[in-house]
């Protein structure tokens, strides 16, 4: 039996220190799709405030709300005009204010997402850059540059836009002739700012204090490896970008010049009272790379890219833990673990196609042809990775309706695609679309099955159409239903909170048979995570069953399962 075999590795991984952040459970809402309130088929602040029961319910330490500033939308929010106030599409300062508080009366924590490696093309910053002139103070906020070749009709260099095309647009000067270029790294609504100028800097500095006076508890810190350009803005070394999740080495991706960015950052957090933190993403590689952005004088955590992009299987999975926890060890900041988000494919879809492939689908037929695509498969996978997500140490964030078992919706009309992907892509990419589909709250399709408070909105009107079996997945379907997706979540969350050796940063492999691996949270071994993949195992004989992600019978653990066990007499809760 595994169990008895002798220790195959251990990692002894101790985090500097316990804060909030070390353990905790954050759940991203991706505002647009969470809950409308108004009736406007567009989620609202007002419809978070309306499910914090539910998230409490849940079990969740956090929630991470995407931009909700003033924003002409072009990337759902990630094109910000003004990041001192709210955009009302979606509530006002007063109604932001209540739903901090809220969330502080219910005894969670909020952090929100700040975006400063660009702004809106409508930042007043950025118009008044467009009404200046080239060298101007004004166009010194961002990244103007003459272009290339005898009339400069050329762009500064190769850079290419995450999303497609090239990242440099020009601009017509006052005199009404074409002139300088601007930089984009992602796309032309999205003007990078200048970090090399303090001004830039100080008002970041304002920002963040804006939204600390207010009582956040954090911020996401969005394309964190991004704002710091290599200097003279050299060419890439390649031509093509592969999208958000290309970490090669690009001339704006990963400067060492970032960082003394959050070290100013993490003075200023620390000036709060209450654990204010920063949650870096940064899409670089490897872990140890992405270490550097939690040392103890930067940000506090950083998502774990490595495990969201692995791909399903023994020795991949397991590797991919090893080199977590060992990045983040090395720097005493905790792990953290994410299976999903707004930018990637849904889990569901990526495990059942044995590839974690997260970026957006590229081939529009591919992904409308679906007869591929095993759903029990891919359920039974995704509920395997939840448990073994909620068994590592560390902290996890959660992206709003995985809890759910939502899949990646493969076929909205191309006439309704939003994501600019799918323009700047010149119609080869879909883009991000299919993983920001309302979520489904009620099992009738009144008011988008209960995304809108509105119930004549049909699921058809809701900002992203839902496909129409959307119902069977609603939060409401599988309240009561013992061996759903959202019972497991809930479940396991509440183990994990019940239980002290899975809130500390205590991970040791044990040995296993070649096709599953097995862990231990606790000294004495007395609770283990035993992980199946082709092949079953049997139970231990001195182990009882907490939870799995599959029924088990007759002490069979099935393939492609993970299942918590406690030594028999040991109460682990
Ligand atoms: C966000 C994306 C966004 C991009 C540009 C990201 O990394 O997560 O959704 O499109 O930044 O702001």
């Known amino acids: ?23 905790a459970i954050t759940y991203q809402i991706y505002i647009r799709s969470f809950a409308d309130e108004n009736g ?37 929010g990630y094109d910000v005009s003004d990041f001192m106030d709210i955009d009302p599409e979606y509530g006002s300062l007063e109604v932001a204010q209540e739903l901090i508080d809220k969330v502080h009366q219910n005894g969670l924590r909020i952090i929100i997402d700040i975006v400063p490696n660009h702004s809106s093309n409508e930042h007043r910053w950025f118009q008044d850059a467009l009404a200046s002139d080239p060298g101007s103070h004004e166009r010194n906020r961002y990244l103007f540059r003459d272009g290339k070749g005898e009339h400069g009709e050329e762009p500064p260099n190769n850079w290419q836009s995450v999303f497609g095309g090239p990242a440099w647009t020009r601009v017509v000067e006052k005199n009404g002739e074409l002139g300088q270029w601007y930089c984009h790294i992602f796309a032309p609504q999205q003007p990078d700012f200048n970090w090399e100028n303090s001004e830039v800097r100080d008002h970041f500095i304002q920002v963040l204090r804006f939204w600390l006076d207010r009582n956040v508890d954090g911020f996401r810190v969005d394309v964190a490896h991004g704002l710091v350009k290599a200097e003279g803005l050299p060419d890439a070394p390649f031509q093509e970008h592969f999208g958000l999740l290309d970490s090669r080495d690009f001339p704006y991706w990963d400067q060492d010049g970032v960082h003394e960015i959050y070290r100013e950052w993490r003075k200023l957090l620390d000036s709060y009272p209450g654990q204010r933190m920063a949650v870096s993403e940064a899409w670089v590689n490897p872990p140890s790379r992405s270490a550097l952005y939690v040392r103890p004088d930067e940000l506090a955590n950083t998502f774990n890219f490595d495990f969201l992009t692995v791909k399903w299987g023994q020795e991949s999975i397991k590797s991919s833990i090893d080199r977590s926890i060992e990045g983040m060890a090395a720097v005493g900041a905790p792990v953290t673990w994410v299976l999903n988000n707004h930018d990637v494919v849904r889990a569901v879809n990526r495990l059942e196609m044995d590839f974690m492939a997260a970026d957006s689908p590229k081939d529009p037929e591919l992904v409308i042809e679906t007869d591929f695509f095993d759903f029990q ?38 006439d309704r695609l939003q994501d600019p992907i799918w323009k700047m892509s010149g119609n080869k990419e879909r883009g991000r679309d299919g993983c920001r589909v309302p979520l489904p709250w009620k099992v009738s399709v009144d008011g988008a099955f209960g995304f809108s408070a509105n119930s004549e909105i049909t699921p058809d009107q809701s900002w992203l159409p839902q496909p129409l079996d959307w119902g069977n997945f609603s939060a409401e379907g599988q309240e009561n ?93």
């Not at 008895?4 to 952040?21: D, L, N, R």
């Not at 039974?380 to 995985?402: D, H, N």
């Not at 199946?532 to 599959?550: I, K, N, R």
């Open 377 to 414: 498969r891919a359920k039974i996978r995704a509920r395997s990775a939840a448990l073994l997500m909620l068994a590592l140490p560390g902290a996890v964030f959660l992206y709003q309706g995985e809890e759910l078992g939502l899949p990646e919706v493969l076929d909205i009309p191309v």
């Open 1 to 23: 039996m595994y169990v008895s075999q002798t220790v195959a590795t251990s990692i002894s991984h101790e985090v500097s220190e316990i804060y909030w952040w070390s353990n």
């Open 40 to 76: 406007d088929g567009i989620g609202d602040i007002r419809g978070i405030i309306s499910r914090l029961g539910y998230l409490k319910e849940l079990g969740v330490d956090a929630i991470w709300i995407t931009p909700w500033y003033p924003s002409p939308q072009h990337d759902n």
């Open 481 to 573: 239903s013992a061996d759903s997706m959202l019972q497991l979540y809930r479940n396991a969350i509440g183990v994990r909170k019940r239980n002290p050796s899975l809130l500390s940063s205590h991970f040791r492999w044990m040995g296993s048979p070649d096709d599953s691996f097995v862990f231990t949270r606790s000294e004495d071994s007395s609770f283990l995570c035993v992980v199946t993949f082709e092949v079953g195992e049997p139970v231990p004989p001195d182990y009882a069953v907490l939870l799995s992600s599959q029924e088990i019978e007759f002490r069979q653990i099935p393939p492609h399962t993970t299942v918590w066990l406690e030594r028999n007499g040991s109460a682990c809760l």
